[in-house]
């Protein structure tokens, strides 16, 4: 979908989730091929089920299913009635392309700049030898497109050649840079070329019970959003299930690990809720259930491999962690220059932190780590540095996420997954007065190129 498109989808997406009647709208959009029946299925279980949360769903899936999406979409809308809606999409369309006819430079005229008094047929450009300087007679400019020029108006253009960021230090020009090498290369970079290349299943926990003693996580579903669009822009076909207990969270986790992955390529985890230090051999950490009980993030992670998820094998898994990783709350250290811009004016962050009682189980056999074989093709990343708090604003979400969000906006499109989250730890780290560095444990074996 191009960009034009795609701003007027998010102008009018309040109406759009207010008024829309996905019901009626299925068996237009599958008869387009606007979707498949899995997509379908996908959209109708968002969130709790309900029409809203389906017709949010779906306008947020309608960005990733190409050019003619919107028209098409539009068509759906006019034979189920629904003229309303589709009359505000054409006409508002149709107004943003003519806005954009209207600027568009149709009738360009060159512009001839020389002395004045200078007659038409003189207007030329002549071959000096640049040991003679000229008799008064300076050679024209010429403005306007070059197919414009007059015959005999043969100025010679001088274009400096301006090196792309691939080209630099590179010993030459070239048409490719080397992330776009690398992304051709299977050897070098994993393929992602299925549609949609893969699932994403998003836990987000807000509210928990009473007795677990856990705060809600408010600002929590301003992250989950940003996650939930990010993804969808990055072609893969995202779930968001909300507030589950750590038993809930563990079933989804395996009914996402149990499905046939075969035709896909990746697959994204995103949890994001209370957290705490715990005992482990190979991922630290672990994340609250809404009913206080932690799940480790050692078992979410080994859910997905070999035996649990054989038809993910050999292709990245990626899981994205916002929750602490403990109770300690980092002061930072000086250091030559700030940046005040990121402290908040009148924000009162919050931590995703929660103290963990370690049971029976919290000595670790050394010989045992040694022993058990490395995972391969898996990336968690944690937004904290285990052992300390990772901060969340109520009113803009957590530190973690947002970055993430605006780096993967900005950068996903041209560099792989590792830079990008160098990128995000960087812009963390200068955050607030109470510092936060996120990292991860990344165990993939090539570069990873989101497909934008």
């Not at 508002?92 to 512009?111: C, G, M, N, T, Y």
């Not at 003189?122 to 497109?145: C, H, I, N, T």
């Not at 812009?427 to 991860?440: E, F, H, L, N, R």
């Amino acid at each position: 979908m191009d960009e034009a498109d795609r701003l007027l989808l998010r102008r009018y997406r309040l109406p759009l989730v207010g008024e829309l009647q996905v019901a009626s709208l299925w068996d237009a959009l599958l008869s387009r091929e606007l979707f498949t029946p899995d997509m379908i299925e996908d959209i109708q279980r968002a969130g709790s089920g309900s029409r809203r949360d389906q017709a949010r769903q779906l306008i947020l899936d309608l960005e990733t299913r190409g050019s003619q999406a919107l028209p098409l979409f539009i068509s759906c809308l006019e034979d189920t009635g629904q003229d309303t809606l589709a009359s505000l999409l054409k006409t508002s369309r149709q107004a943003a392309k003519q806005d954009v006819e209207a600027i568009r430079p149709l009738d360009l005229k060159p512009v001839v700049l020389g002395p004045e008094g200078l007659k038409p047929e003189e207007l030329r450009v002549m071959k000096q030898d640049p040991s003679k300087p000229s008799q008064g007679k300076l050679a024209p400019v010429v403005l306007g497109p070059e197919e414009l020029w007059p015959a005999k108006l043969r100025p010679e253009v001088l274009r400096p050649e301006v090196p792309r960021p691939g080209d630099i230090g590179s010993g030459g020009f070239t048409d490719v840079c080397p992330q776009d090498r690398a992304k051709g290369n299977a050897d070098l970079a994993y393929v992602l070329n299925a549609d949609p290349c893969g699932h994403c299943l998003i836990i987000n926990n807000v509210n928990f019970c009473r007795e677990s003693g856990l705060m809600t996580r408010t600002g929590s579903s301003i992250d989950c959003e940003r996650m939930q669009r990010r993804f969808h822009l990055l072609q893969l076909a995202v779930e968001v299930r909300c507030d589950l207990t750590a038993k809930q969270m563990v079933q989804a986790l395996t009914q996402l690990a149990r499905r046939d992955h075969g035709a896909l390529d990746c697959c994204v985890v995103v949890i994001l809720s209370h957290g705490c230090q715990a005992s482990h051999r190979q991922f630290p950490g672990a994340v609250y259930g809404t009913d206080g009980c932690p799940v480790s993030v050692e078992r979410i992670v080994n859910t997905f491999n070999g035996t649990g998820c054989p038809s993910l094998g050999g292709k990245p898994k990626l899981f994205f962690i916002q929750a602490c990783g403990g109770e300690q709350k980092d002061h930072g250290f000086e250091v030559a220059s700030t940046s005040p811009e990121d402290e908040t004016p009148n924000s009162n962050p919050e931590t995703d932190a929660t103290p963990f009682q370690e049971g029976p189980r919290s000595t670790d056999e050394p010989d045992a780590v040694s022993s058990l074989p490395t995972p391969s093709d898996i990336l968690v990343s944690y937004s904290t540095f285990p052992g300390f708090v990772s901060w969340r604003d109520p009113k803009s979400g957590s530190w973690y996420i947002e970055t993430l969000d605006s780096i993967f906006e900005q950068w996903a499109h041209c560099e792989d997954l590792q830079t990008l989250l160098l990128r995000v730890a960087n812009a963390v780290s200068v955050k607030g007065i109470y510092k936060q560095i996120p990292g991860c444990f990344n165990f993939l074996r090539k570069k990873l190129f989101f497909k934008t």
